[in-house]
């Protein structure tokens, strides 16, 4: 017998929650999850041969310097260590996108890894989101430090997480989270979020 | 909260790293031919000096690259970090 199998988000269960604490705000803060992200982690080589074939295949350089992302295509590429990146595309993609990076690194020491069940993907943004995430992470973000390309892997309430600055001029961040501690940091930003409610006319 | 300047990401908090030792402990050419006394000696033996210490540190919930870095023991200073392979520099 084959059960029909039904994909949950990590976060499905808070919807409402996020939405109501993105009204309580009057968009000084704004919650959601963008779930189903795609996701591949690309280890290889920066200087080898195997890096200009991944640019060639995604259209994006993988980029170099330290706490970057490039973006382009609809694609994404975050610097996670010096032979480490992560390519976040649309949901739905990740085999196609697996299959074109392993196609592009081809038989070089590389490795390419499907993990879009590893982390799901939270919205911070709003003209607030600076001062909520500034709760939880000692990081300056700050445009002029932390602006539009720039990610970083750190602490935020003490989770593990990748942090993207989106590439727009209103202040926003990408907020990927290991689902078995996406429940734990969605309470902790609507708990944090609070602070940014309209108090009741 | 101590402020570590990892080489690839930047100063982070403490809470991001992993304590790793001493550093430039070398593993023994030909640890067969040791004694017990020099084997336990390589194995348990660390200095614990009072001042400058080049010891490892793990960016665990960052980069998660292993690198060195000297630190003050005494004032929990930072004097330098650099990276792995890289020779100890000299520090005031």
Redesign the interface.
């Known amino acids: 017998m084959v059960e029909h199998v039904e994909k949950h988000s990590p976060l499905g269960g808070f919807a409402a929650r996020l939405a109501a604490a993105t009204r309580a705000s009057g968009g000084a803060v704004r919650l959601a999850e963008l779930p189903f992200l795609t996701q591949v982690n690309v280890r290889l080589d920066a200087k080898g041969p195997a890096a200009d074939a991944v640019r060639l295949a995604l259209g994006i350089p993988l980029p170099v310097a330290?706490?970057t992302m490039v973006r382009g295509g609809g694609l994404a590429a975050l610097w996670?260590?010096?032979d480490?990146w992560l390519v976040v595309g649309p949901p739905g993609t990740a085999s196609g996108l697996e299959a074109r990076l392993r196609g592009a690194v081809g038989g070089t020491h590389a490795a390419v890894t499907d993990v879009s069940a590893q982390r799901t993907a939270l919205l911070v943004a709003g003209p607030r989101s600076r001062d909520l995430l500034a709760h939880g992470t000692?990081?300056d973000l700050h445009p002029r430090s932390f602006g539009p390309g720039r990610c970083?892997?750190?602490?935020l309430a003490?989770a593990?997480v990748v942090l993207a600055a989106r590439d727009e001029r209103r202040p926003g961040f990408w907020l990927l989270v290991r689902s078995s501690f996406a429940g734990y940091l969605a309470e902790w930003l609507l708990d944090a979020a609070v602070e940014y409610a309209e108090p009741p006319s | 909260?101590l402020l570590i300047p990892c080489p690839?990401?930047?100063p982070?908090?403490e809470?991001?790293f992993g304590y790793g030792g001493q550093a430039h402990v070398p593993y023994p050419q030909d640890p067969a031919a040791l004694s017990d006394r020099e084997w336990a000696r390589y194995l348990f033996f660390r200095d614990n000096p009072k001042g400058p210490h080049a010891e490892r540190w793990c960016h665990s919930?960052?980069?998660?690259?292993w690198f060195n870095a000297v630190r003050n023991t005494a004032t929990n200073e930072v004097l330098a970090v650099y990276r792995v392979g890289e020779p100890r520099p000299v520090t005031g």
């Open positions: 330290p706490n996670l260590g010096p480490e000692s990081l970083a892997q750190t602490l003490r593990q | 909260m690839w990401c930047g982070r908090d809470a991001e919930a960052g980069c998660r690259r």
